[in-house]
């Protein structure tokens, strides 16, 4: 782990904007909670439209896109010793 300065051009809850100094461009803190959410938001999509639905492709690539996200999450949490701030048991 290590410590950096990031500007912060909004601190509003759950839609934070900034920028890592690394970057060029800014980009949206998504709080670990609301990600898990989301993931199962396109869950419940793609389960609801079916595998042979018009668009099931993209939303399908999309949940994936968000579930590589939250594992990644995950496990640099768990390499941190840090709890997640949402049960999976949930599901």
Do not use: W
């Amino acid at each position: 782990m290590r410590k950096e300065n990031v500007e912060i051009l909004s601190d509003r809850t759950n839609a934070a904007v900034m920028r890592h100094p690394d970057r060029q461009f800014p980009g949206v803190l998504v709080q670990g909670d609301t990600l898990y959410t989301l993931c199962q938001r396109a869950d419940a999509a793609c389960k609801e439209m079916g595998r042979s639905s018009p668009g099931f492709g993209e939303g399908n690539d999309l949940r994936n896109a968000l579930h590589s996200l939250l594992s990644h999450y995950k496990s640099v949490l768990n390499e941190h010793d840090i709890s997640l701030p949402f049960s999976e048991q949930q599901r």
